[in-house]
Structures are given as structure tokens and as C-alpha cells.
């Protein structure tokens, strides 16, 4: 199984709403990423955990929230997002040793649009 | 400051023709460079990854030339089909990383016309 799996596929929610996202894995990989992409741009990193303890945060606001409960599952909880925070938000994973066959896996992402 | 600088932002190619696209590096520290397709609406799929102690790297259609003096890599897709349409991303990861971070281009769409 090289699978990243996120949901939900497709987001709408309002400033005040609270959501999650969801990332699950199941190559046995300990680290884990959030990537937010906007269109036409590539993938900018937010956080990195490495077993399941946030390593990188890349000062990122903190209306976005990690969390990793265990080696497979990687949350991203949302509070009072801004409409620029409409974006695909990518869950990837990867082995934390960087051998010549590691290579980062993505999932399809969240589209996430704040109305 | 964008570490890997990749080009160009569009590409249009015939079916049947030659796809090319370069990217550029300062930090000597990267020794992983891989390519990522991605298509609309998808997470990025690794296409072709290479070492820095490799001048080529072929599978199928898709090569990687590297030129480490240069700090310059390029992506070439021969026989290029409608279904290679997709964005293209260069990436890049430091020596000795354990963390996997990879360093993205700024994307390349291509569109092959049939």
C-alpha cells in the first residue's frame, strides 16, 4: 500500500466554522508533512512532524493546527480561516531515513474554500 | 528566495515532439532531485528522481540530464502525449536530510496538442 489518504476531498466553510482535515498512512513512514498549494504554485510546506512530534513549523498562522495521534494519522485542525486560506492542502509522507529509495509520497489533497 | 529556479512557466509541444524543461540550483548541500507530475485537482505523483553523482537517468519516455557543475537539471519527455499534460515540478532535498524537505520550482504546465 503506498498510499497517502486524505479527506475530505472538497471543503466549504465559513470564517467561523472549526474543520478538519484528515491524512492517514500506512507504509510505515514517521515522517509527515502539510503542504498548502494555491493555484498555479508549488506545494509551500507548513509542518513536519517526525514521530509524531512537530519538528518544522514554518510560521504558520495559528488559525491552522497539527496534530499527529499516532505513526498513521495526521490532523490539521482549522479555526476562523481567512478567504486567502482557500487552497489545496496536501498531506505527504516519507521514510525519515533519506536513502536513495526514499522518495516523499503525496495524498490528492483537500480543496479547501473559505467563504 | 526561491532555491530551485525552474523554467519555463508554460510549454506547448506537438504530439510526437520533445518536451524540455530546466531547472537550477545554488546550495551544493542538495543531492536528491526529483520530478514531480501533477494533475488538476491530484496530490503530485514522483515521476523520475536523480543523484548528483549520475549525468542521466532514463525510464520509459522521461529522462533526467544532470550537470553538477553547472548545478543545472533538466526533464526531457520524448513522444510527448495529450495524457503527459500536466504541471511539472523540480524539487530538490539537502544532503543528510532526515527529514525528507523538498525543496519545489515553481511548476512548469505542459500541454501536448494531438
Known amino acids: 500500500d503506498t498510499e497517502v489518504t486524505q479527506t475530505p476531498k472538497h471543503l466549504v466553510m465559513g470564517m467561523t466554522n472549526k474543520k478538519s482535515l484528515k491524512c492517514e498512512q500506512h507504509m510505515g513512514h514517521r515522517a509527515m508533512y502539510w503542504y498548502k498549494q494555491k493555484a498555479k504554485k508549488p506545494p509551500e510546506l507548513m509542518f513536519v512532524y517526525s514521530y509524531e512530534k512537530l519538528s518544522i513549523n514554518e510560521s504558520v498562522p495559528s488559525r491552522f493546527s497539527p496534530e499527529c495521534p499516532n505513526s498513521s494519522l495526521l490532523n490539521l485542525h482549522l479555526h476562523a480561516l481567512q478567504p486567502e486560506d482557500s487552497a489545496l492542502y496536501l498531506c505527504?509522507?516519507?521514510?525519515?531515513?533519506?536513502?536513495?529509495?526514499?522518495?516523499?509520497?503525496f495524498g490528492q489533497g483537500t480543496r479547501l474554500t473559505v467563504v | 528566495q526561491q532555491q530551485v529556479k525552474q523554467s519555463p512557466q508554460s510549454l506547448i509541444v506537438q504530439k510526437g515532439g520533445i518536451s524540455i524543461i530546466n531547472c537550477a540550483y545554488e546550495n551544493t548541500a542538495f543531492d536528491y532531485f526529483p520530478w514531480y507530475q501533477q494533475f488538476p485537482g491530484k496530490g503530485p505523483a514522483l515521476l523520475i528522481a536523480?543523484?548528483?553523482?549520475?549525468s542521466e537517468k532514463k525510464e520509459g519516455r522521461f529522462t533526467i540530464s544532470f550537470n553538477k557543475s553547472a548545478k543545472q537539471f533538466s526533464l526531457h519527455i520524448m513522444d510527448s502525449q495529450p495524457g503527459d499534460s500536466a504541471t511539472y515540478f523540480c524539487a530538490a532535498r539537502k544532503r543528510g536530510s532526515t527529514l525528507g524537505r523538498l525543496y519545489f520550482g515553481r511548476g512548469t504546465q505542459l500541454t501536448v496538442w494531438p
Open positions: 536523480i543523484r548528483p553523482d549520475v
Open positions: 505527504a509522507s516519507s521514510p525519515i531515513l533519506t536513502t536513495d529509495d526514499t522518495e516523499a509520497f
